[in-house]
């Protein structure tokens, strides 16, 4: 199994949601978090083509429990475009919130998507908005690249880690998660609920000490 995951040209590393409001002390922080930081810089340095997502909210964003009177956070709305989670306030515009983790090392190569930043649509996913329709243009990026096969990782595993897997499956790239290099929110079983779905699209989960390159110590 171990040359299966030798990384080549074709293969990118998609690193999810690094961010200060996603790590303790932020505003949505998810439990140990920031523990992954290492342990993705590690691993980026492994790969030619790296894609780092960062949620971008503006201000009064539909996702808030605070734009919606009476409501609490993780709370649902329905939304035009199905079920929205109300989160607490993160990751608005040009925060610290919204900022990488200070420790996180952003390779000159690497590609900055940023998601969820029309007010009235959430995005989970970094190939679509939550519509499921709405497309960023990160499948015709990779592609234009030759990128074959994709790496997962980041925060939180069970929200925008989960939704860009799915949606790398769905566009017919190969998909790896490596799970020791996310965290998850876990509300109400969603941790393991990914991994059931995971499990259903024929996505591995794997672990960074197993993922080499060329010419790259572990
Ligand atoms: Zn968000």
Not at 121 to 134: G, L, P, Q
């Amino acid at each position: 199994m171990a040359d299966t995951l030798t990384v080549g040209d074709h293969d990118a590393f998609l690193v999810v949601d690094i961010q200060n409001d996603f790590c303790p002390g932020g505003n949505l922080a998810v439990p140990h978090g920031d523990e992954i930081v290492p342990v993705v810089n590690n691993l980026m340095r492994k790969f030619t083509h790296v894609v780092l997502t960062q949620d971008w909210h503006p201000h009064g964003h539909l996702s808030f429990a605070s734009s919606h009177r009476g409501k609490k956070h993780f709370e649902t709305i329905e939304a035009s475009y199905g079920t929205q989670i109300l989160w607490p306030d993160h990751c608005v515009q040009e925060t610290v919130g919204a900022a990488f983790h200070a420790d996180l090392h952003i390779p000159r190569s690497a590609l900055v998507l940023r998601k969820g930043h029309r007010r009235e649509i959430d995005s989970y996913s970094a190939f679509y908005e939550n519509d499921r329709k709405t497309r960023t243009g990160l499948t015709e990026y990779l592609r234009d690249r030759g990128i074959a096969r994709i790496f997962i990782a980041g925060l939180a595993f069970d929200f925008c880690v989960r939704y860009s897997g799915e949606d790398a499956r769905r566009e017919d790239f190969d998909v790896i998660v490596i799970e020791d290099a996310c965290r998850s929110i876990d509300v109400e079983g969603s941790a393991a609920a990914t991994r059931d779905q995971f499990a259903s699209l024929g996505i591995p989960r794997v672990f960074s000490r197993d993922v080499t390159a060329e010419g790259v110590p572990r």
